[in-house]
Structures are given as structure tokens and as C-alpha cells.
């Protein structure tokens, strides 16, 4: 039976050497000694595979065509948490040609990755050298405001801000894309009318555009939580994967044993192809 393959986007590996990895600790390798692109275009170099950094970060590198993009697709299969599409496969096509002596029915395993609560990133091993974690400063200097919890109402009427659409469903209120003191005095009005008000009750974020943010917005309006943004100068593209959906399939990651293999195949093209695959959970097994 063929494979429905859903198309997620493309990606641009310009140095030759493609990362898949853990989005969590992207900004984490520059911290612990070699850059991600100095490891990854070593692992490349010998055909591809599986490094790590005290297995809190975690990443499969291929080499890869230069010069076009390079297209990413998934496979679903329903998610225990609530039986909704979730990713099994991901494949990223990687514009080489399979090699000719190599015997085309037979995978070439390069390791295995566990599902990155944080998410997960697809893109050039340089360009994600630039990537700015969670705690990184924003390029664009903006910042993005959120508040929800009892007395959001209240706080909508007294301050406005829109409802931020997430994930097919109405997000919490706030404002988008403000200057970052302007989102800092923002949130801190906030904060202040409800402490001064309520004592508690409202819960405010500032998430600085950092690519660890801009990754998962954009992914907010596409049913599998995948979207690209620049890094570097290279489209990279992330998966947020759901939290419900974590909880109950891939919680523990590496130290519970769920990891799951990384290949290298043929596609029916003859070019070859980089794959992730998240077995499709038993449903009738637990049940």
C-alpha cells in the first residue's frame, strides 16, 4: 500500500551538510566546545550519521545538495493523546544521487533520535550555527506579549489585544511583533493591574523573537505544528510536536528508551532520501 506523504515545506543546505536534530539544544553545541557545523560536516564527510554532546543534545547529518531546495514530507499516523494526525515519518529528500553500487532495497540506518520535547529542526549544519535558543537575544529586536488565566476577560477590557489564533483553535489574548521595551512595559502593566486588583489570576509572557519562538509560530496555522523560518541565511524548517501527543508516546525520550531510527533509502527516482520514523502507536496493544 503507497505511502500518503504530506508536504511540509523545503529547506536549503548551502554548506553541503544537512542537520536533523533536536531544536531544544541547537544553541547548545557552540557552548560545549566544536560548533554543529564543524561536528556535523565531520559526521557528513564519512557518508553520514548519529553525534551527541553528553546526550543532551542530539543530531543525524547527511551530506546533501548544495544548490536547490530540498524538500520535506511526512507520513501520519493517529495520536494516542487524541487519535489526531501526528508525524510517523519525515522524510527530507537530499537531491544525490542513490550510489550506484549501493543495494537500493536496503536502508542505511545512521542511528536514531529521540522526540526533542523542544521540538525538532531540520536545516543547514551553518546556517544553524546563528540559531538563538530560548534565553538568546532576537535579531529583529521584537517581542511577542500573551496573557490568558481567570481574569483575562478583565484585562482584555481594561488593556485590549487580539486573540492569537494557535493551533486551529483561539489562542490567548496579546499583541504581536512589539518593540521589546514597549513589550516589556506591556507586560508589566499587565502584571501590575493584576496584582494590584487580583493578587493572582493572570499569567503574562514575553517570548522574544529568538529563533526557538519564530520556529513555533511558524507552525501555528499547519495541523502537524511545521513551519520554516530564515537562520543564518538558510530556510530551516521545525516541528512543535504536542504536548498530549509527547506526553503520552515519546515522554523520557533517550533514558526510556524511545528513540527512533534515522535512514538513508532510495527513493523511486533514484535519488536518495534522509528518514525519521516514529512507529505508529498500538492502539489495540494498550487497549
Known sequence: MP???IDL??????????????????????????????RAGAVAASG???????????????????????EVRATTSPSPFDEEPAIATLEIGLGLPW?????????VRL????????????????GLDAWTGMNGEPADGLADVFYWGRYADDAHAEFGGGRIAQYGVDGPHGWLDLPLAEAAARAAELTAWCDRLHGRGLVVSVDQHTDDHRFRRAGWHHPLRAGTIEVGGCRVLGVEWDQGDHSMRHRGERDAGQVYPVTLEADGAGGTVMRWTVPPYDFDEDE
Request: aromatic share 6%.
Open 48 to 70: 553520514g550519521g548519529h553525534f551527541h554532546e553528553g546526550w543532551l543534545c542530539e543530531a543525524v547529518a547527511v551530506p546533501a545538495a548544495a544548490d536547490r531546495p530540498l
Open 111 to 126: 542511528g536514531d533520535l529521540p522526540v526533542d520535547r523542544c521540538g525538532t529542526v531540520i536545516g543547514d549544519a551553518t
Open 99 to 107: 550510489p550506484g553500487a549501493a543495494d537500493r532495497s536496503t536502508p
Open 3 to 5: 505511502e500518503n506523504f
Open 9 to 38: 515545506g523545503t529547506v536549503d543546505a548551502p554548506s553541503g551538510v544537512l542537520v536533523l536534530g533536536m531544536a531544544g539544544w541547537v544553541d547548545h553545541w557552540r557552548e560545549v566546545g566544536q560548533p554543529l557545523s564543524e
